[in-house]
Every structure is written in C-alpha cells, then in structure tokens.
C-alpha cells in the first residue's frame, strides 16, 4: 500500500504541499487541470519553479490570483461540487473546508451560511486543497502519516501563536504539536486542514520510493516541507507493556485514567479483574507504550493512580495494515477503519465517534447507522 509522510519540521501550508508532492514525482500538469477542473482560469495561475533555502533545494509552487473573489462557504463547496474532478479527491476537499468553516464560525461566532472565509476564502484556497488531494490520488496515497508539528509561542500582531485558525482545524485529530521559539506562523489554516483529513500523526514503517520538498515562501534556510512517498511493510515492533496492580480506586476514577493514558500515547490500556490479597476486588492495569513514550507514561500512572509502582516488560507485536475510507450511506458520509493482510482489504470497522455524531444529528439509532457504514464500506472493497 502507497503511504505518503509528511515531515513538517519547518511548518506546512497549502503551497508547500503542493511543492513537495511535486517534487516526489508527481506531474505538475495537474495543478493546471485543477484549476481548469474549477472554472478558475479567470482568477489563478500556477507558477512551478525550483528553488533553495540555505541548502535545501526543491520545488516553488506560487498559485497567484489575477482577481481575489471571496466567497461564501456556500459558494465553496458549490465550486468544488461541480468540478470536474475524480469524487475521491472532491470528498477530502470538502471535508477540509467544511472543517475550515466550522472552525472560522467558531472563532468569530457567524453561521456558516453567512461565513466569508477573507483569505481563506479564494481561488488560491481551492487550489491548494484540490490540488493537494489530486497530487496525492495520482500518487495513489493510501494513507497519510505526519509527524509532530512545531508550535511557536508569542504573537504576530494581535493575533497568538500558534495560530488559533490551525490549532483549532487539528483539534481532535490526534496531531502532536512541539514547542518552537521561531515566533512566526509555521502551519497554516490551509495546511492544517489538509492534515486534518485523515492523517494519521506517527511515523510509519515504509520502503522509500521517494521524497519531495516544497519550498515556503519565506527565506529562511531550511524552510520546507518534506514528504516521504513508499509503501507500508509488515512490522514487527518492540512494546514495553507497564502493569500495576489497584485495589483503592473507584471504578469510575480507573475508566478516567484509561482515557487520559490512551491521550497521553498509549497504543493500548486494559484493566482486567483481580483478586487481590485478603480477597479485596481490585484491577490489574495494563498499558502498551512505545519505548519513546515509557517514562511519560509510567509518570502519569504514578502520578493519576493510587499505586506505588509499576512493573516493565518488553513484548513483539505484529500489526496488520490499516487505512482509512470515506463511505457514504442514506444517513449520512462517515469513515471506516479497513484492516488490510498482504496487501488486500480483509475486514471493516465503522469510526465509532462518526457513527455517534450521525446519530444525534439525524435520531437514528446508532445500530443502524454503523450497520449502514460497515456495508457501504464492505460493498466499496467488494468484500461481500
């Protein structure tokens, strides 16, 4: 399976994306057809270049807008609509600006109905993110990977660092952010929402095929986007499973911890029924770490539990592949975990937390809807 991963350790935006897909070995040529795709000949331009910083060289991708023609959100996701484009690329595009939306009415308290996104809401906009997710589709991506993000302290003017546009758009999605004192704006609503579509935020084991930099716009040595294209590989990896033993802790408080161990970067956590000395009912917790995340993990359970000690083992596990679908049912769209064997699709898991928002927005009973996404998933594998 084809992944791509982006190593964003000077930031991300839309047109950094686009360089550093291009210079993996995609055709530019379909940045021109995107724009042709969007009947937006009149207002965009597409300028493809080399160019360096410090060092580091790869491709410049410039989208310059002849005419700047804000639009509704409405008007956004009517362009995209009717776009000449392959539906698995106007899906994830739609996505990110439903996100964009969302998040935009949020910070400045207007209905998405009557939302202009100002400079998020041009031709360049639709651009990047169609052309993002073409690039991408030609290179048949799979599944996207991406690593930690950095996140300056300060302010530009009025408005905070990181920016709340961003931090807001990667909210919920698992994206790891790393302090960096740079005191500028290193990733972009654009690239934000991008990410934000299905990234998954680790590094993936994979054969490199290639690997593309997209130059940013600013001098500064070093400031590019990296993304590595390969193909995933069956892996055997190292855990270090940390185990206690609890007998002073309501039940309520022991389900807390497992989510807050599970946020913290725990690749799995049980709790298991046991019988501990003078036959008082206790639990014996377990959780799977990488070996990176041991000591933070160990100090959060020393920490938020009454135990007085952990215990360490090392273990081989084997994981099946995994990506991500987007289905769409009578209810609504939602996405679909595929566990893949040797390649190939082999089973399907409805993603619970879009199930649920399905079921309270439209009343249906949460059955039906993950039943309806676990078929429309299973039809679009042919898995029978």
């Known amino acids: 399976?084809?992944?791509?991963?982006?190593?964003?350790?000077?930031?991300?935006?839309?047109?950094?994306?686009?360089?550093?897909?291009?210079?993996?070995?995609?055709?530019?040529?379909?940045?021109?057809?995107?724009?042709?795709?969007?009947?937006?000949?009149?207002?965009?331009?597409?300028?493809?270049?080399?160019?360096?910083?410090?060092?580091?060289?790869?491709m410049r991708v410039l989208v310059q807008t002849v005419e700047?023609?804000?639009?509704?959100?409405?008007?956004?996701?009517?362009?995209?609509e009717d776009a000449d484009a392959p539906e698995r690329v106007k899906a994830p595009v739609l996505d990110a600006i439903n996100r964009l939306a969302r998040v935009e009415a949020r910070l400045h308290g207007v209905s998405e109905e009557h939302l202009h996104l100002h400079e998020l809401g041009g031709a360049d906009t639709l651009v990047d993110l169609m052309g993002a997710f073409w690039l991408l589709y030609s290179l048949d991506v799979n599944e996207v990977y991406c690593s930690a993000l950095p996140a300056p302290r300060g302010r530009i003017g009025s408005m905070p660092l990181p920016a709340p546009a961003s931090v807001r758009i990667l909210e919920g999605t698992g994206a790891i952010f790393e302090a960096n004192d740079g005191g500028l704006e290193l990733v972009t609503p654009t690239g934000a929402a991008i990410l934000a579509c299905g990234a998954r935020f680790e590094r993936p084991a994979m054969s490199l095929r290639s690997i593309g930099y997209g130059i940013g716009s600013r001098e500064t040595p070093g400031n590019a986007l990296a993304v590595w294209i390969g193909e995933t590989i069956a892996r055997q990896t190292g855990v270090t499973l940390i185990e206690t033993n609890i007998d002073d802790m309501a039940p309520n408080l022991v389900a807390a911890l497992c989510e807050d161990l599970m946020e913290a970067g725990a690749l799995d956590v049980s709790v298991t029924p046991a019988l501990m000395k003078k036959g008082r009912a206790g639990h014996l917790i377990t959780v799977m770490s990488t070996p990176d995340l041991v000591a933070h993990l160990t100090d959060n359970l020393l920490r938020h539990s009454t135990t007085l000690g952990v215990r360490m083992s090392t273990a081989q596990r084997v994981t099946a592949q995994r990506r991500i679908i987007e289905v769409k049912t009578r209810f609504g769209t939602a996405h679909a975990k595929v566990k893949e064997l040797d390649g190939k699709p082999f089973d399907v898991a409805p993603e619970y937390e879009d199930c649920r928002r399905i079921s309270r927005e439209t009343g249906a009973d949460l059955r039906d809807v993950m039943r309806a996404v676990s078929d429309a998933a299973r039809k679009e594998l042919d898995l029978g």
């Open 68 to 80: 700047r023609v804000e639009r509704t959100v409405p008007a956004l996701r009517s362009v995209v």
């Open 1 to 58: 399976m084809t992944i791509a991963y982006f190593d964003c350790f000077a930031g991300i935006s839309g047109d950094m994306t686009l360089g550093a897909l291009i210079d993996a070995g995609a055709d530019p040529a379909l940045l021109d057809a995107t724009i042709e795709a969007l009947r937006l000949g009149n207002e965009a331009s597409i300028e493809v270049r080399r160019e360096t910083r410090g060092h580091l060289g790869g």
